[in-house]
């Protein structure tokens, strides 16, 4: 039915986006260089799967070196970028070379003129341009890695913060650091919470949310663990009689050795559990990396979100976002936003990832999970152009998808409408900015 999937996605595409997830740098700070075609496009996802298609690390390098001549990169990179134009990372590229700067994908006739549209577009109102005017994004909640919170651009960004650091420390260094950065001396384990504690208290009053990312470095099954266990790794931080020397821009310290993620691991649990009690005092909800991880050569078991069930399970009041439809456990998520109701399915980077998939497993979830619980996007992306081609392909897939509803007769036309609006805009509304409106109107 042609006409009903046009009606359907013009009705999509009206739909005023708030994206669930992004990277991107502050325009500030995308100005103050110039824009380079294989730098900027390869600075994630693609490069993994140009990896993945056989390109050896070093070429990688190689061709995302601004100062090495366009066309040897060209030379290099053309080979495996002909084996992977089929995947979702490249379609998204190739998307926003044609929709922004008006050539026909990243080919042998056009990869010269992009460096020159580009450098003309690096202005100020790119911004403006790439993220509300062509995606139709009215904000991103921005996990704000490139920025102090104080700097994040609120016209874009709503930011949220992570805390990794206190979780992941292993070595003395690590702890004086945190010190520091809190303006105090931590020589206890009292005094190492009392730290997290206080950044959490100074940045909760600028984001919407926490991130954990920690999939990417163990399992997602934090146990609860006492404050004595958790306190004597602590203790066996400052026992450590090792040394090793470690360079520090112009000199060598020789510094105490750290202990390994293994030995860490009751620290680790301990931290976690405080930073989802302190985002529950404050009703922040959390986002959690769950399912693939970026790069390659990743352990896809560590971050299988059945993994977080007691989390789920002892802390009912928080918000649990988990993103990338936790692929490729979409079925496992499924079960666990329905069983659960601080669950949410966060379809941020799945649409790139496996556009098929998406469209799959978004209408399994319709199926099975209230409609609520369905965030539609998130970006996912370093660069702005990413962003842009992704929300063509994820207003594509949702259009595609409640199509389908309506002709099987789950659906009628009016409600696959109303359901576009909750799935890109009203959902993450409700999740992230919801509170912080209420507060800001009662102040």
Known sequence: MK????????AVDKVRIIDTHEHLVQEKQRMATKPDLFEIFLSHYASSD????????????????????????WEIFKPFWEKIENTGY??????????????????????RKLPSRMEEANKPGLYQSILKEKSGIDVCILDSLFAPLDQVDRKFFAPVTRFDDFVMAKERMDVE?????????????????????????????????????????????????????????????????????????????IVPEGLSLKET????????????????????????????????????????????????????????????????????????????????????????????????????WLDTVPWNKLLGFGGDYLFAEGVYGHSVIARGNIAVVLTEKVEEGSLTEDQAVYLAQKLLRDNAYEVFLAQEYREHKSR
Request: aromatic share 10%.
């Open 3 to 10: 006409g009903l999937y046009e009606a359907i996605k013009k």
């Open 50 to 73: 140009l990896v993945s298609s056989g390109m050896p690390l070093e070429e990688l390098e190689e061709v995302r070196d601004p100062k090495l001549p366009l066309e040897k990169r």
């Open 90 to 111: 490249a379609r998204a590229i190739n998307i926003a070379v044609r929709d922004l700067y008006g050539v026909d994908g990243i080919k042998e006739d056009t990869y």
């Open 177 to 253: 650091a945190l010190g520091k950065r809190c303006g105090m001396s931590i020589h206890s384990f009292s005094e190492f919470i009392q730290a997290l504690e206080i950044e959490f208290e100074k940045l909760s009053k600028m984001i919407v949310g926490v991130k954990i990312g920690l999939a990417y470095l163990r399992k997602l099954r934090f146990d609860k663990v006492s404050q004595g266990e958790a306190e004597e790794v602590f203790i066996n931080i400052y026992n450590q009689e090792l040394f090793r020397r470690r360079q520090l821009e112009a000199r060598i310290e």
């Open 265 to 364: 691991k009751p620290l680790q649990d301990f931290m976690v559990h405080k930073i989802i009690q302190l985002a529950e005092y404050k009703r922040l909800p959390i986002q959690i990396h769950t399912g693939l991880q970026e790069g390659n050569e990743n352990i896809i078991t560590n971050s299988n979100p059945t993994l977080l069930t007691n989390i789920f399970r002892e802390y009912r009041k928080v918000r649990f976002d988990l993103f990338h439809g936790s692929y490729p456990y979409t079925g496992e998520l499924a079960v666990l936003a329905k069983n659960f109701q601080n669950v949410y399915i966060d379809m941020c980077w799945l649409h790139v990832v496996s556009p098929y998939r998406a469209r799959q497993a978004l209408a399994e």
